[in-house]
């Protein structure tokens, strides 16, 4: 499987943009990039997925590198509640199941 | 809608004893994982199904076991509890399996061989 890099640990500072990098320069054509994040004491939750254009909602936005080697999520306006653990995940498109590696612990100060 | 539901939240399991977790969804998804998380690290993969009927192991099989009887229900069985079992076990469940769907995690069961 093709695997992620991402910085142990990142800050923000509250009500500012947050950009969180990922590294996946072993990722296949039939790769999407999803990212998913676990706050404390709880499950993961879904954020955001891609494939090759850059992709927005309501909780983030996605940018993909145009060689796809890596990708940034973007949160626009870093809130307390967005302190958590963020994995950037591979999923091959036909991938039964989703490895995750260790992510990135956003810290947010007020 | 509940989502995906876990008990129990907490359980103290000592060394050589069994026990089942639960997992219900309400979502009428086909796809249901679980995972277990061991401190700081990230989630790895123990068992999934497909289907009712149809259960394959992930990444760290050895000492668990599954069934999946119902669309709804995916508990996960210890036997013979050890403290390398010790973890936060997550399910999770998804419409379908490929990239277009998400996961939806339920909150977690904490257990502690000692």
């Known amino acids: 499987d093709a695997k992620t890099t991402q910085p142990n640990s990142m800050e923000s500072n509250e009500e500012e943009p947050v950009h969180l990098p990922c590294n996946h320069s072993t990722i296949s054509g039939t790769d999407y990039i999803h990212w998913y994040r676990q706050l404390p004491s709880q499950g993961p939750e879904y954020v955001i997925h891609g494939l090759t254009s850059n992709v927005n909602n309501r909780m983030a936005s996605l940018a993909i590198a145009e060689d796809r080697k890596s990708s940034t999520l973007i949160l626009h306006r870093a809130t307390l509640r967005d302190a958590a653990v963020y994995y950037c995940i591979l999923r091959d498109r036909d991938n039964n199941d989703m490895r995750f590696g260790a992510g990135t612990r956003l810290t947010v100060k007020p | 809608n509940a989502g995906v539901t876990q008990t129990p939240k907490f359980r103290i399991l000592k060394i050589g004893q069994s026990m089942t977790l639960q997992c219900t969804q309400d979502?009428?998804?086909?796809?249901m994982y679980w995972y277990r998380q061991d401190p700081g690290m990230g989630l790895k993969l123990i068992y999934y199904s497909v289907g009712a009927g149809i259960t394959d192991k992930g990444e760290v099989p050895n000492g668990y076991n599954v069934s999946r009887s119902t669309t709804e229900d995916f508990p996960l069985r210890l036997e013979l509890a050890a403290p390398s079992q010790t973890s936060v076990y997550f399910c999770a469940s998804s419409y379908g399996g490929n990239h277009n769907y998400g996961y939806t995690f339920g909150s977690g069961t904490r257990l502690t061989v000692v």
């Open positions: 979502m009428n998804h086909n796809y």
